[in-house]
């Protein structure tokens, strides 16, 4: 399903006739930094909900009497992330926008990698109805980092954020070995399942930090 209910990288959606913009250009409808944050928080919880069921899904249909519960070390292992929401709330405001966009970045090309793998298998029961929200989480993560990154933007013009925060590439961000592994184009079923878990987890601490992220820097509102 490549139909998205969010387009930030364009930021290009319209009202009427009146396009939504950023900054407030001639003939646009004026997005707040309050509009921009819930859009960026649905799709988040979206793209984690639909990457929750993959992997529910995929386990269920592979490994339904296996235990694989254990200790994994996701390709992201070397993103310091805070493990609660109180470390989450000790960060400055750049540094928590950095994590978000470092895990978001780090997720592009394992995610388009594993949608190519899936699309590829021979087992057409599982792949009728996995390999649609394979390619469509792989789209949300791209747009959900652009989406970011402009309200990031925003929020420099606004005074919010400093300067530092920018791009920063796949390579830069990860292992170059870890970042490798799914470069190689023959991932199997337990990278499938690997890659989903890891997925999970880090959409969920995505959709957590863009909610804290809000409440620190838009106090009051929904927090």
């Known amino acids: 399903m490549r139909s998205l209910t969010l387009h930030l990288n364009s930021l290009s959606m319209r009202v009427g006739t009146a396009p939504l913009c950023p900054y407030g250009q001639a003939g646009c409808h004026v997005l707040s930094l309050a509009d921009l944050f819930d859009r960026v928080i649905q799709q988040s919880s979206r793209m984690h909900g639909i990457s929750s069921d993959l992997h529910s899904e995929f386990e269920q249909y592979f490994f339904p009497s296996k235990n694989l519960i254990g200790k994994r070390k996701c390709h992201t292992y070397g993103i310091l992330t805070p493990d609660d ?19 978001l970045e780090a997720w592009g090309n394992p995610l388009s990698q594993l949608y190519q793998s899936m699309s590829q ?7 009728h109805y996995s390999t649609e929200k394979a390619l469509e989480i792989s789209d949300m993560v791209h747009d959900l980092r652009d989406g970011v990154a402009k309200m990031a933007d925003k929020m420099k013009v606004l005074g919010v954020l400093g300067n ?3 791009y920063i590439s796949p390579e830069s961000l990860v292992p170059s070995s870890a970042f490798s592994f799914y470069k190689r184009g ?25 909610r804290i992220l809000k409440c620190t820097i838009l106090p009051g509102l929904d927090c």
Not at 86 to 103: D, F, H, K, M, P
Not at 121 to 127: K, L, Y
């Open 186 to 210: 023959d991932l199997n079923l337990m990278d499938h399942h690997d890659l989903l878990y890891c997925f999970r987890r880090d959409s969920n601490k995505v959709k957590n930090y863009l």
């Open 164 to 166: 530092t925060v920018g």
């Open 121 to 127: 298998e021979q087992n057409q029961d599982f792949n």
């Open 85 to 103: 929401k109180e470390n989450a709330q000790r960060l400055g405001r750049e540094q928590l926008t950095e994590v978000i966009l470092r895990l």
